[in-house]
């Protein structure tokens, strides 16, 4: 059976309650009518039934719905029957419509059918001050019903407007979570293995002639996995919403950071200090530390020298890694490194720049705003 057959259980009840009152409201005061008995032949109870029952397909089929009980209207008072509230099944079909269709095409058809009820008037009753007066009220109700119908119409699009909105934000915060946890792992994953690789590198060719060397190497390869462990369930615990347990690493392991550059055969040195800082800002200043001289150790070819320098303005931080390497065949700004890095800082309002230094080497820029804070 075609969907369009088939009336929602809703209309279909509002339907016939509307029929039972427009029946009930007409017959009864019809007895009465011009203080003398007037009976309602069945052709007009078929008529003032057609005109409310039809309402049960009122949305399934609007237009057809709107023009049924429109009909039934102008049939009624076209045979001379008294007056009642069968107006309501009319107008209720335009309210609709406009709510479905809008209200420009709700007022031409609306228009018209006044139009074809006043012409029926005239003929049926010679009369055209009664036509007009008539044509005059229906107008008048059928700019109502337009109105209202209008009015819930826009009132419909803004709450899905809104909903719209909602669900688009709500898949904004999933992609951003998304990529904070891909940024974290990243740079946990990264910076750990390339110093494991690093040192397994030093302890395999060093096992043999200086047993020392290679220990130290193994201890080393042991601190980073330590670290990378630690780092790691810092990011699980974000992720099972107990971010709280376990705060993300900041400044306060820059020396850490600066050991491991050295042990992997950089000189590292800082120049300058920041000072306390926001967590976000202190943790995000870490991290692009650590990606910077994580880079320094996979990609800068015969890179020897590293410098830090960290400088504190009234309203930011400005972070500058610069080493004196050589580019790898790797094109720079490539990988997701360095992708990761400018994340971060916008993410706080802040920027990261890099790109090879004009006397040789390689150089990244960062500059994060304070008032990136805890957010």
């Known amino acids: 059976m075609s969907r369009r057959l088939v009336p929602s259980a809703v209309d279909a009840v509002l339907a016939v309650l509307l029929t039972v009152f427009v029946v009930a409201a007409t017959l009864g005061p019809a007895r009465w009518y011009a203080h003398e008995p007037h009976f309602v032949p069945a ?51 335009l309210g609709t419509y406009a709510f479905l269709r809008g209200p420009s095409r709700a007022a031409a058809v609306g228009a018209a059918l006044v139009a074809f009820d006043v012409l029926v008037d005239v003929v049926g009753t010679g009369r055209a001050d009664h036509a007009l007066g008539l044509g005059g009220a229906l107008l008048l109700g059928g700019v109502a019903a337009v109105a209202v119908g209008s009015a819930f119409r826009a009132r419909a699009a803004s709450l899905a407007a809104a909903r719209k909105e909602a669900a688009e934000a709500d898949q904004r915060r999933a992609e951003q979570e998304r990529l904070a946890i891909a940024r974290e792992v990243h740079d946990v994953v990264a910076h750990s293995l390339a110093m494991i690789s690093v040192q397994a590198g030093v302890g395999s060719h ?153 006397g040789g080497g390689f150089e990244v820029r960062a500059w994060l705003p304070l008032t990136g804070g805890d957010g």
Do not use: C
């Open 43 to 93: 052709v007009g109870v078929v008529l003032l039934m057609a005109g409310t029952l039809v309402l049960a397909w009122r949305r399934s089929a609007p237009l057809t719905t709107l023009l049924v009980s429109a009909g039934a209207l102008v049939g009624y008072y076209a045979l001379g029957f008294p007056g009642g509230p069968n107006v309501l099944g009319p107008a209720l079909a």
């Open 206 to 358: 060093v096992a043999d002639k200086r047993p020392d060397q290679a220990k130290r190497a193994l201890l080393e390869i042991k601190e980073a996995s330590r670290t990378a462990l630690e780092d790691l369930r810092r990011t699980l615990a974000l992720l099972r919403g107990f971010g709280d347990l376990a705060p993300a690493p900041g400044l306060d392991r820059l020396a850490d950071l600066v050991s491991t550059g050295r042990n992997a055969g950089l000189e590292v040195a800082v120049d300058g200090s920041l000072g306390p800082l926001p967590r976000h800002v202190d943790a995000a200043a870490y991290r692009i530390l650590q990606e910077s001289l994580t880079n320094v150790v996979r990609h800068a070819v015969g890179a020897r020298a590293v410098t830090l320098r960290l400088r504190r303005e009234e309203d930011g931080v400005e972070l500058v890694v610069s080493d004196d390497g050589r580019p790898s065949g790797t094109e720079p700004g490539t990988g997701t490194g360095l992708r990761g890095m400018a994340e971060r800082a916008r993410v706080l309002g802040g920027w990261v720049t890099s790109g090879p230094r004009p």
